[in-house]
């Protein structure tokens, strides 16, 4: 069974950090690239960050400087740091894969795994 399991939400003051994990299991990992999505109340899904299966980033240019996408294939994990939160950050953040096979996309409608989503709440 494919599973994508977040871990690392919470709450946190402007300015401060926070760490995400994803877990990943039942598919070849490795192969796949991981993202991170994020949706805040009233909003569309976009995409924040991805990481190919050879370690190439890319990110929104609202988070460009601040955060963090990495990936170890030896533990099947990928990692959102998130550095210097601001309270437009605040969304549920979803951990996504998809196969590096397939065209590359920013629609949430073309990857093929997601996880529960995990809230991040960036306030005073």
């Known amino acids: 069974q494919v599973q994508l399991v977040e871990s690392g939400g919470g709450l946190v003051q402007p300015g401060g950090s926070l760490r995400l994990s994803c877990a990943a299991s039942?598919?070849?990992?490795?192969?796949?690239?991981m993202s991170w999505f994020r949706q805040a109340p009233g909003k569309e899904r976009e995409l924040v960050a991805r990481?190919?299966?050879?370690?190439?980033?890319n990110y929104a240019d609202s988070v460009k400087g601040r955060f963090t996408i990495s990936r170890d294939n030896a533990k099947n994990t990928v990692y959102l740091q998130m550095n210097s939160l601001k309270p437009e950050d605040t969304a549920v953040y979803y951990c996504?894969?998809?196969?590096?096979?397939?065209?590359?996309?920013?629609?949430?409608?073309?990857?093929?795994?997601w996880g529960q989503g995990t809230q991040v709440t960036v306030s005073s």
């Open positions: 990481i190919n299966s050879v370690a190439g980033t």
């Open positions: 039942g598919f070849t990992f490795r192969t796949y690239v």
């Open positions: 996504s894969a998809r196969s590096s096979n397939a065209r590359s996309s920013i629609r949430p409608v073309d990857y093929d795994y």
